[in-house]
């Protein structure tokens, strides 16, 4: 079974603080991404990668930046922390000539405070 | 661009009724669809997906989708609920162009006793 893991399910942060989200998957997958998921809005695309060190922005990419060394590791960093960035975090990976089918990691919910 | 309307925000449910979850898309290719189920505090799992073929698709749980091209439509059925159905579902479309995902605004199903 594919898993993907998020480096911590809860998280409180206060503004301005710099916050880094680690995921990590285990099934070799090419495609990594991650979104946010706010009540009434479902998930929203941040940043996705196809590749190591390459990243495309995704629907709302202000505010965010990303970071892949390593094929298995997707960061995301927040650089300045803003309130209205308390949400839910999800990463998931795909497999490049797959069928497109993306797995999901637990989530990361943050509160900015 | 691909977009998804879920025209259900919540839909309360007794034990052992059927529901239906209405999910309609938008793009001006070809799409893959998907349903995705996300119980409380977890991540999302794939209940099932249309790539080709015959228009209805079986997924796990005892979930079905039919996928209607002239209406764009892909609504999730179930004869007979549980209360451990109770759950948010999230339908999302995939261009073949590129690996991503837009996910409809999600729909909350209750299911009671």
């Known amino acids: 079974d594919v898993k993907v893991t998020q480096s911590s399910r809860y998280l409180v942060k206060r503004t301005g603080e710099k916050v880094f989200l680690e995921c990590v998957q285990d099934?070799?997958?090419?495609?990594m991404f991650w979104y946010r998921q706010d009540p009434g809005l479902g998930l929203r695309l941040i940043y996705f990668s196809y590749d190591v060190k390459m990243k495309e922005k995704g629907d709302i990419p202000e505010g965010y930046s990303v970071s892949r060394e390593k094929k298995e590791r997707f960061s995301l960093i927040l650089e300045s922390a803003s309130t209205n960035q308390t949400s839910m975090y999800l990463c998931a990976s795909s497999l490049v000539g797959g069928n497109y089918e993306q797995y999901f990691g637990p989530g990361t919910r943050l509160t900015v405070t | 661009a691909q977009s998804v309307t879920q025209l259900d925000s919540q839909v309360p449910v007794f034990e052992e009724a059927p529901v239906e979850l209405r999910c309609n898309y938008s793009s001006s290719v070809s799409v893959y669809l998907f349903w995705y189920v996300q119980y409380p505090n977890q991540g999302l799992q794939l209940l099932l997906k249309y790539l080709s073929g015959s228009t209805l698709v079986k997924g796990i749980n005892g979930f079905e989708a039919e996928f209607n091209k002239s209406q764009t439509s892909f609504h999730l059925r179930k004869p007979s609920v549980h209360i451990s159905d109770t759950a948010e579902y999230f339908c999302a479309v995939s261009s073949l162009r590129d690996y991503k995902l837009s996910f409809g605004a999600g729909t909350t199903v209750t299911v009671r006793a």
């Open positions: 099934m070799d997958h090419e495609n």
